[in-house]
């Protein structure tokens, strides 16, 4: 039986994924004792906060670009930006430590399918049933990551971000709807349903004498 | 499949093994086994060829139309 070493890339793609799946998994371990120590009031109300905004903001400061030796006025009107809490209240961080509770385990799921799918292609095993299951379990936990997203996102605006108010800057309320996770889920469902027709082909080919 | 192959009996007829057909004709004893057993999707016609020369047959003693379609 002559055994076809796999593609260098795949190779790589197979690495990278073991290592991203290593340090995705030490990260939820560490959100798993930080909700604990949340929980057990270890940290008050003490914690330095940052978090990501969801909504742009508006603003207006006026700048130069310095291009082929001129300098453009530009102005810098919107941005995304993180807010800061000082001493963030602890009924604030452990709804932010439950959303990462939730959030990780979905990064966890899907690097795990998407490892494995790529040691499928890489043994060889590239149009088996094993692999649709894998690639329609990516879309769907896919899909779950969006719906998660989209609720903490719009849940986030309302409570935190429609209230807050500063002197120079506005918070738009331009919520975004994250469909670069959803395009990307109806992808691999569509290309799971490639792989079935693959598979009838494989099997097609296999059973020809 | 309403198509049945008749290795068996074609290879009871010339009194030959699977094992020697499959030296005679250069395809594996499980490739075999699956035509033998009727599960190939498929045959190529350099198979049928090979297997035609070997049994000293003509292709319409080892392919049989049953017309019970499942």
């Given at each position: 039986?002559?055994?076809?070493k796999?593609?260098?890339?795949?190779?790589?793609?197979?690495?990278?994924?073991?290592?991203?799946?290593?340090?995705?998994?030490?990260?939820?371990?560490?959100?798993?004792?930080?909700?604990?120590?949340?929980?057990?009031?270890?940290?008050?109300?003490?914690?330095?906060?940052?978090?990501?905004?969801?909504?742009?903001?508006?603003?207006?400061?006026?700048?130069?670009?310095?291009?082929?030796?001129?300098?453009?006025?530009?102005?810098?009107?919107?941005?995304?930006?993180?807010?800061h809490?000082?001493?963030?209240?602890?009924?604030?961080?452990?709804?932010?430590?439950?959303?990462?509770?939730?959030?990780?385990?979905f990064?966890?799921?899907?690097?795990w399918?998407?490892?494995?799918?790529?040691?499928?292609?890489?043994?060889?095993?590239?149009?088996?049933?094993?692999?649709?299951?894998?690639?329609?379990?990516?879309?769907?936990?896919?899909?779950?990551?969006?719906?998660?997203?989209?609720i903490?996102?719009?849940?986030?605006?309302?409570?935190?971000?429609?209230?807050?108010e500063?002197?120079?800057?506005?918070?738009?309320?331009?919520?975004?709807?994250?469909?670069?996770?959803?395009?990307?889920?109806?992808?691999?469902?569509?290309?799971?349903?490639?792989?079935i027709?693959?598979?009838?082909?494989?099997?097609?080919?296999?059973?020809?004498? | 499949?309403a198509?049945?192959?008749?290795?068996?009996?074609?290879?009871?007829?010339?009194?030959?093994?699977?094992?020697?057909?499959?030296?005679?004709?250069?395809?594996?004893?499980?490739n075999?086994?699956?035509?033998?057993?009727?599960?190939?999707?498929?045959?190529?016609?350099?198979?049928?060829?090979?297997?035609?020369?070997?049994?000293?047959?003509?292709?319409?003693?080892?392919?049989?139309?049953?017309?019970?379609?499942?």
């Amino acid at each position: 039986m002559v055994i076809i070493k796999a593609p260098l890339s795949i190779r790589i793609i197979y690495w990278f994924s073991n290592i991203v799946l290593g340090l995705i998994t030490i990260v939820f371990l560490a959100i798993i004792v930080f909700n604990i120590l949340l929980y057990t009031d270890f940290f008050g109300n003490d914690m330095q906060l940052h978090t990501l905004l969801p909504v742009k903001v508006d603003f207006l400061e006026k700048g130069n670009l310095h291009l082929n030796n001129q300098d453009i006025q530009v102005e810098l009107v919107e941005a995304s930006t993180r807010i800061h809490f000082f001493n963030t209240p602890n009924f604030i961080t452990k709804k932010v430590g439950l959303a990462l509770l939730v959030v990780v385990p979905f990064g966890v799921g899907l690097t795990w399918l998407f490892r494995t799918f790529i040691k499928n292609v890489k043994n060889g095993e590239t149009f088996t049933v094993k692999n649709i299951t894998l690639l329609q379990k990516l879309a769907y936990t896919l899909v779950g990551l969006w719906l998660f997203t989209v609720i903490y996102m719009r849940i986030f605006y309302y409570y935190i971000a429609k209230n807050l108010e500063f002197e120079q800057v506005l918070i738009t309320d331009e919520i975004p709807n994250y469909s670069g996770i959803l395009f990307t889920a109806l992808f691999i469902w569509v290309l799971a349903h490639i792989f079935i027709a693959g598979v009838k082909l494989q099997e097609e080919q296999d059973l020809t004498i | 499949m309403a198509v049945i192959v008749n290795l068996d009996v074609m290879l009871a007829k010339r009194k030959m093994s699977l094992t020697e057909l499959s030296a005679g004709v250069g395809i594996t004893m499980s490739n075999l086994s699956i035509l033998k057993k009727g599960k190939a999707k498929a045959i190529r016609f350099s198979t049928l060829d090979k297997i035609c020369e070997v049994l000293d047959c003509q292709p319409g003693e080892l392919l049989e139309y049953s017309g019970d379609q499942h």
